[in-house]
């Protein structure tokens, strides 16, 4: 959006006044919070979007049922459409299908007797939402039927829900209002269908939200108020729970924006919320009452010549094992300010195994 481009602006100039384009390496005191900001460094990176300016926004990550090392990574280019990367940031292949803002996907979507990966992304050309299945025997997206009408001026964030009886969800959110709606997706036959089942109002402008699929707990990031827990479920209504506040104990700063779920074991796990506006993330617990943890920031590996990470708007995290990297999951990350400048945004990956130390977390998935 125009404000958050201004204030990235204004945060490049402070930068360059002040001599310094490195994050702090050193654990600081987060302001309001008792609790020191721990730092990680990204092992890689992905190959930059082709599109300049504010482009890349949001990942989702692909498990391979087999091969972990053949799972993938799919990235947003908001000017231009979705690009799907291997764990080492290679870019794959490149669909400039609209200017797709979020992306998110789920597993054993069955179309023909095939069960493949659904992938659902907020077209912003088209005010839709555009189906993709993503086929494990070729790695590869492909169009799954006609885009779904939002009825949105300009859909927003994205993030998908798989029930415990079967069905697959969308919930797509407006830019601006704080609305969202939630669609369910089968497969008839071989035709995709969608039916909206729910809508409901967050207040003011919300884009980062991710389902818990073994809970059933949808969580949604305002902007400048808070993160909230609302039920997954179609039937869940309004109810909701704020998890944390801007201005809490944690030290919360506008904006919020993604979002992620690391699943651990008998319902532990984490909660990770991209702190925007203090270019830091907040982790917190993802069973009981979703106490706050603790919070780092990712800074540069010089020895590899992969810069730190500002600004930040989507996220992505899985705890599945996926190779001697990332043996504990992954962490993907947009980069808001790709270095050295003049460089366009791109993604980071971070080993889950990395965040868990800083933040004396038991690392096992």
Known sequence: MHFKMIRRWLSIMVLMASGCAQQPTQPAEIPGSAVPLRSVAPLLETAPVESAGDAADDPAIWVHPQDPLQSLVIGTDKQRGLNVYDLDGRL?????????????????????????????????????????????????????????????????????????????????????????????????????????????????QAEGCVADDESGALYVAEEDVALWRYGADPGAGNARRAIDRVGGASGLTADLEGVAVWLGKDGQGYIVQSNQGANRYAVYRRDGANAYIGSFELVDRAEAGIDGVSETDGLAVTSHPLGARFPDGLLVVQDGRNLPAGQNQNFKYVSWRDVARALGLPGEG
Request: hydrophobic letters at 35%; a positive charge.
């Open 92 to 204: 794959l292949q490149a669909l400039p299908d609209g200017r797709m803002n979020n992306v998110d996907l789920r597993d054993g979507f069955t179309v023909n007797g095939r069960r493949m990966a659904l992938v659902a992304a907020s077209n912003r050309t088209g005010r839709t939402i555009a189906l993709y299945l993503l086929d494990p025997g070729t790695r590869r997206l492909t169009r799954a039927g006609d885009p779904v009408p939002t009825g949105f001026v300009e859909p927003y964030g994205l993030c998908m829900y798989a029930s415990h009886g079967g069905d697959h969800f969308v919930f797509v959110s407006d830019s601006g209002t704080g609305q969202f709606r939630q669609w369910r997706i089968r497969a008839d036959g071989g035709v995709i269908r969608a039916e909206r089942v729910r809508a409901f109002r967050v207040g003011s």
